[in-house]
């Protein structure tokens, strides 16, 4: 009879084992903070370009009506009611244009821009003629604080604005803001 030579075949140790896990357990640890870190991280950089973005569009929408305007008028009634510039509030009169762009002669539209808690509204009431379209629209709904300065006191001499617009928006336990500020000038004073 010959001997074969015995092969010894052999398992996984207990501290294979044991290392196998650790490290199954430390990369699951490892990828599973990568997927936190780039959630919050994507949410917040999705809510500050929603806080950007909002202030963006009150300075854009103010200084397309601001830029064109007559005048900053004290008071001026809509059909919603009465709006008075202040510090908090912006009338203008602004020369209704029709669809090519071009001033109509002795017609007028009438815009206001303010804030109600967070949001900040333009509404517009258009000449019949004008190629502009009425309504009320919500430019922000991140809004901080919207305020408004004058060069004068007295109305009838204003013809540069200048607009201060603050947004905020929460991301989880972090705050995000942005602040925007410009001067704006009436073209036709």
Known sequence: ????????????TLLETIIVIVFSV????????????????SLYQKTAAQSSGSASAVM???ESLVLPANAVLQTHSFASGTYTSSSTVLVLEIPSVDSSGNTIASTHDYAVFYSVGTSAYRLLET????????????????MKA?????????????????????TQAQVKQDTVFDHRNEQMRLRNK
């Open 1 to 12: 009879m010959t001997l074969r030579p015995h092969r010894h075949l052999r398992g996984f």
């Open 26 to 41: 430390s990369m699951f640890i490892t990828v599973g903070l990568f997927i936190y870190n780039f959630s919050r991280i």
């Open 60 to 62: 854009r929408e103010t």
């Open 127 to 142: 000449h019949v003629s004008s190629a502009r379209v009425s309504g009320t629209a919500l430019l922000s709904s991140t």
């Open 146 to 166: 919207l305020t408004f300065s004058f060069n004068d006191a007295d109305f009838t001499k204003v013809n540069v604005v200048t607009v201060d617009v603050q």
